[in-house]
Every structure is written in C-alpha cells, then in structure tokens.
C-alpha cells in the first residue's frame, strides 16, 4: 500500500467488479475505483500503486455522475468525508437500490461465465436478484441484526474504516435495526476493551458483548430467533444469518427449490456447514418429520444447539466435524451399499465465504448425490466451485439470487444441481 503517494486522477469508469469497486483504466493499467459508479468520470486518489496489474483508488469528486447515484444513506460513509475516515459497510449506499441489485446481477453472472464457464445460453444467466420483503419500502435500511465494533487504543467505538483496520467514529448505524443501532455504545469511550458485537436478542432487543484480551463480557446465554413455526437456538456469538429476513429467505428457498423427483427421506441427505440446523429443517418441513438427514457443523456449541433445535425430527442427526474430514472418512469407511445410498441423497451445502474448495467438492463428486442444494455467500468461490462440479459431471438445474446484504456489494445465490443427464 503505498502511503506518500496520494496523486489524483481523472478516470472513466466502465464497469463493476467483485468486491464492491468499479473498474477504469489509467494509461491501460486497470484500476478499481472504490465509491463510483459504471458510467460515471471521477475524480480519484491513489490509495495503492504497489500491484504489477492493477492499482487502487478512492473517488474525491465526482465529474459526471451516474443516473443512478443517490446521496449516500450513510453520511459517515459518504464522499463528503476524506477517503481515509469513510465508514466501512455499505460500499453501494451511494447507489439507487435496485441498481445496486442490477450490478450484483452483473457480478454474479459475469463469474458464472469466467470462473464457472456457464455458456452464454444457459439459462440461468438470466437470474435476477431478489429483494426481501420489505427492504424496499424500508429503502434497505434497518436489516443488519448484529454489528462488530472496534475499540482503538483511545477507546473510541466504531466500525473499520472502508479497506483498513483504523477505527472510526460514527454517529449512526443506519443498517442496523433499530434495537442494534440504539444498543450500540457510539459514544462511549471503551478503554483497554478490542471488540464490541451488538446482537439482536431475537424479540425486540439487543446484547452488548464486549471483548477484551483474553476477556469476554456479556450476558452468555443462548438466544431463540423464530422462523415461521420453527424455534432456533444459538450462542449469542455464534453463527446466524445477519438480516432480519435472511433465514426465513433462504430456509423457504431451500424448501421450494429442492427437487421432489431426486428427492428420498430415507438417504442419508445431509446438511453441510449446517450452523445450527436452520437448513436442515427446511427440507424437514417440506419432506415430513421423518426425513433422514445429518448437519455437518465444526462449531461444537452449534452442533448442540442443532441437536436441540432438531428433535422433534426423529431420523435427524447432529455431528461436529470439518466437512472435508466427514466426507472422506464418511467415503473410505462406506460399503458398497452405503455408497449406493449416497447416490440417492440430497445434499445441502452452505459453506463460508471462501466456498467449499476443491477438496470438498471433489468428495462431493465421489458421493455423487441425486441432488446438491449451493447456498453461496460469494459469487466467485461459488462459481469456481460451479466449474468444477459441471466439469465433475453435474448439471445447474436451478438458480435464483437474493439481496440479503442492501448497500453493500454482498449477494446471496442458491443453486440446485443434479448429475448430467
Ligand atoms: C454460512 S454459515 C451457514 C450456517 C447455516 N446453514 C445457516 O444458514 O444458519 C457456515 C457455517 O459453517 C461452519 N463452518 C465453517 N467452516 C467449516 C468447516 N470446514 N466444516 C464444517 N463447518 C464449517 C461455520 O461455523 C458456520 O456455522
């Protein structure tokens, strides 16, 4: 990162990339340009020079603005403020609400073609991306049920600046809902604390956790968020789907889009990175009680809370473990019937953001079930691991996409796919 060099620039910026930046391009070299638009000339700092094939910069002015560009919902965050002390998190808040889902639209199909090699035609490039109810009256404001604060070496609360780990002070938190933000301690001075999460309490309030070194403060017991007639309970600092709407979006994407025709109660169906059961549940819901199926889940608070969660499901099971290490000892130890239930299995997957990988997938491959379900937090680990499942000999059967992340660039997709006919 270069730090004396601070040079502006006028630039033409053309398109979207990953990431939540746009692209322009300075005597041939490509730039992405953080806080501009498609369409728009801007004016730009330098902020890194030191890649071979690409450089980085901020918009300080903008020359010509998009049709679509909106003042910013966040003023902690806007242009107005220098480059340097900008808030982090809603990179697209400067951006017409359903333009932002027009260019996450763009993102997501221009990695199906380049990672995932989806031919032109395949239709599924038409995918368009959804919004949650309600977001769009509530102009994508309000959403986020839990926030991660830093705390500087002056105690100063705040998120990180935009691309840094510097801390900044901000008055508002117009993402958050209304019992996180009110919860959150903006103005307080947290001397010798790290990190402050503010969580909703699944009803209409919210916890403060602060951590310091070796220290965590809080009240520590679980919480129950609700999805339609379904109970959940989780650790307070434990995974959960970060919109208010997100679970119920994707718990009923899941249930909707799974194939009843490749579909078996009695397989061994599995939910991977299964967290605390939530997707599990769906296919429980659309298949009866008695579907067979086991979450897979590292965290071993989660694991218990899915066992929880889960049992009035009498065939469903619980196991911690690392998902590349389930599926290979799950198929050296298989025999040849066990293998032959495994090409009846439905099989969801909801990795982290980097994907499930290679090794994964290649596993996958081996087990080769009736169906997979891809719930993917990212376009390109998603679209990588796409590539290899097609070129492994499946097909995408379906794909639908959803705003779960308003003014940011993040996009939720949920695929299904079976083996190639
Ligand atoms: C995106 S979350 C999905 C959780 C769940 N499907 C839900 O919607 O609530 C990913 C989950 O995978 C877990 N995880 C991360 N890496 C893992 C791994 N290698 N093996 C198993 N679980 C993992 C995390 O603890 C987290 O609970």
């Known amino acids: 990162m270069t730090t004396e060099h601070s040079a502006e620039v006028d630039l033409d910026v053309t398109n979207v990339a990953h990431g939540g930046v746009s692209v322009a391009r300075l005597d041939g070299r490509v730039v992405f340009v953080a806080d501009s638009l498609p369409g728009e000339r801007v004016r730009a700092r330098i902020s890194a020079d030191d890649h071979s094939s690409f450089w980085r910069a901020e918009t300080v002015e903008v020359l010509e603005p998009s049709p679509h560009r909106r003042p910013h919902i966040w003023a902690d965050a806007a ?23 027009e260019l996450k639209r763009q993102v997501l199909v221009d990695s199906l073609g380049r ?43 705040g998120p990180y600046a935009a691309r840094s780990h510097r801390v900044v002070a901000v008055d508002t938190l117009p993402l958050a809902t209304a019992a996180v933000e009110y919860a959150s301690p903006l103005d307080e001075r947290l001397s010798g604390a790290e990190r402050v999460d503010v969580i909703s309490d699944g009803r209409r309030g919210a916890r403060v956790v602060v951590r310091a ?7 520590g017991t679980p919480i129950t968020e609700r999805v339609g007639e379904r109970e959940f309970r989780l650790e307070e600092l434990g995974f959960w789907q970060v919109h208010h709407g997100a679970a119920a979006t994707l718990s009923t994407g899941v249930r909707d889009q799974l194939l009843e025709g490749e579909f078996d109660a009695d397989a061994p169906n599995l939910d991977l990175y299964g967290g605390v059961g939530l997707l599990a549940a769906a296919m429980a819901t659309r298949f009866g009680p008695a579907t067979r199926i086991e979450t897979v889940e590292s965290d071993r608070r989660a ?5 929880f969660n889960l049992r009035d ?32 299995a439905s099989v969801i997957l909801d990795p982290p ?3 499930a990988g290679k090794q994964v997938v290649a596993s996958l491959l081996e087990f080769r079930p009736a169906q997979l379900v891809y719930v ?25 996409a959803f705003d779960l992340f308003p003014h940011t660039h993040h996009v939720e997709a949920l695929a299904v796919l079976t083996p190639a006919s």
């Open 115 to 157: 990672f995932g090699k989806l031919p032109e035609d395949h239709p599924a490039r038409g995918v368009e991306v959804e919004a949650v109810e309600g977001d769009d009256a509530a102009n994508g404001l309000g959403w986020r049920t839990r926030v991660s604060l830093h705390v500087d070496d002056d105690g100063i609360v």
């Open 79 to 101: 242009l107005e403020r220098d480059p340097a002390r900008r808030a982090g998190g809603a990179e697209f808040g400067h951006i017409e609400l359903p333009w932002q889902r």
């Open 353 to 355: 953001r980097a994907g």
């Open 313 to 344: 499901l009498k065939a469903a099971t619980a196991v911690t473990a690392r998902v590349d290490r389930y599926l290979t000892n799950r198929l050296k130890n298989a025999t040849a019937e066990e293998r032959g239930g495994f090409s009846r």
């Open 376 to 400: 993917a937090c990212d376009p390109v680990a998603f679209s990588r691991d796409l590539g290899q499942l097609t070129a492994g000999g499946y097909e995408l059967r379906s794909l639908r």
């Open 303 to 307: 694991t218990g809370n899915a066992e």
């Open 213 to 219: 070194e070796g220290r965590t403060a809080g009240a």
